[in-house]
């Protein structure tokens, strides 16, 4: 990899598309449709995808699942390379532009680890969730003592610690109802994005310091 490509984010590069799909994220549209029959959501329910990058997540909601989906992410480029015609927004994951109560449910996959400050953020998830409204996350977290990536801009450079996300969930007034592990998803893409010329996305070293990947799926409480 050139040093040019090396200073674009992973979720803006050729590669990433090649090997995940337009979802750009392991277990890609499967896991979504996982974490949704786990939660029940009535039709046309309004549920916000935070990092919804090219739009296939929101389009999927739309189209399968007759939901009203939203979009919101901060890559102007991807955002301009989606459907014209759905509801995206650029915007922070932690300065939501939308009103309170506004959504029934909040999808982010692969994209809390980005961020810089979860618990501002899982604040706003807060604030614009209804009174029923349900989280679902899925992203990289740490399986051992030093679990980090080897590919800048991506969510393996920090993968969550399960923990904190717990702890800083539960003080925003969320209970964790649902949590699996689908770190075999994480290997997969790793494999593929191998072949399409990156280096891994799993770091080196023994099998406990690798990341894992996980579904998580909180209420308000």
Not at 11 to 24: V, Y
Not at 176 to 203: C, M
Request: glycine content about 8%.
């Amino acid at each position: 990899m050139n040093s040019t490509a090396s200073t674009v984010p992973l979720w803006e590069r050729s590669t990433l598309q090649d090997a995940a799909g337009k979802t750009l994220r392991p277990g890609g549209l499967a896991l979504t449709d996982r974490a949704l029959s786990l939660t029940n959501f009535p039709a046309h329910s309004r549920i916000l995808d935070v990092g919804c990058g090219l739009g296939a997540t929101v389009e999927h909601l739309n189209n399968v699942h007759h939901f009203k989906g939203y979009g919101i992410d901060i890559s102007a480029k991807q955002l301009s390379q989606a459907p014209s015609d759905m509801r995206l927004t650029l915007a922070n994951a932690d300065i939501l532009p939308f009103a309170d109560d506004s959504f029934d449910g909040i999808i982010c996959e692969c994209v809390l680890s980005l961020l810089p400050d979860i618990s501002k953020t899982i604040g706003e998830f807060r604030r614009v969730l209804n009174s029923t409204g349900t989280l679902i996350i899925t992203d990289i977290y740490q399986r051992g003592q030093n679990s980090s990536g080897s590919i800048s801009g991506s969510c393996a450079t920090n993968p969550l610690n399960i923990s904190i996300l717990e702890k800083t969930i539960s003080n925003h007034k969320f209970h964790t109802i649902i949590k699996e592990d689908h770190s075999k998803l994480l290997a997969e893409l790793a494999a593929r994005l191998i072949f399409t010329g990156e280096k891994s996305i799993i770091p080196k070293g023994n099998c406990c310091s690798k990341p894992g990947y996980m579904l998580l799926i909180a209420k308000q409480s």
